[in-house]
């Protein structure tokens, strides 16, 4: 019987990852971030643009993983994936946090970066949708209440 709501707790992570992590984060990323940088003279093939489109798309395919578990039941093939995804998350965090988000500040001047912001949040808006955003932090909220974390 404890199995139903722990489903309930899978499915909206995988809502979260496919909306977060991959449409407004990555969605980011790869539409203004990357291509400004290539513009910059960064290499994408070999160079750290193409580091990371490479972990956007292994992210995407455990994502797909997790979904296919969830939809056979299979919570052990899910945690396998979520496990690899979480490992991988780990380590694209770190690039980006010590080397492309370095890089970025280094090559875009503060002009540039502003219109970046605007254009980050218009794509928020009308690729993520109306009021996802405070959705998502809720769900995050009402987790964090769920398992007992502060």
């Known amino acids: 019987m404890r199995r139903k ?5 899978y499915g909206e ?9 991959d449409k407004c984060h990555h969605g980011k990323e790869e539409n203004y971030l ?5 513009g910059k003279g960064v290499a994408n093939e070999g160079g750290p643009v193409g580091v990371m489109l490479q972990e956007h798309d292994e ?4 994502i797909a993983q997790m979904s296919q ?3 056979n039941k299979d919570l052990d093939g899910f945690n396998s994936a979520a496990g690899q995804y979480s490992d991988l998350l780990r380590g694209h965090i770190e690039k980006e946090n010590n080397v492309l988000f370095i ?5 875009i001047d503060d002009q540039a970066q502003s219109l970046m ?4 949040e218009q794509h928020e808006e009308n690729v993520v ?4 955003h405070e959705k998502l932090h809720s769900m995050i909220d009402n987790w964090a209440e769920a398992f007992g974390v502060e």
Not at 13 to 21: D, H, Q, R, T
């Open 13 to 21: 992570i995988l809502y979260f990852l496919k909306v977060f992590a």
């Open 129 to 132: 949708g109306h009021g996802v």
């Open 59 to 62: 992210g995407r395919e455990y």
């Open 103 to 107: 890089l970025a500040d280094r090559l």
């Open 117 to 120: 912001f605007e254009q980050f």
């Open 34 to 38: 990357f291509k400004e940088l290539v």
């Open 5 to 9: 709501p722990l489903l309930r707790y």
């Open 69 to 71: 578990s969830l939809d």
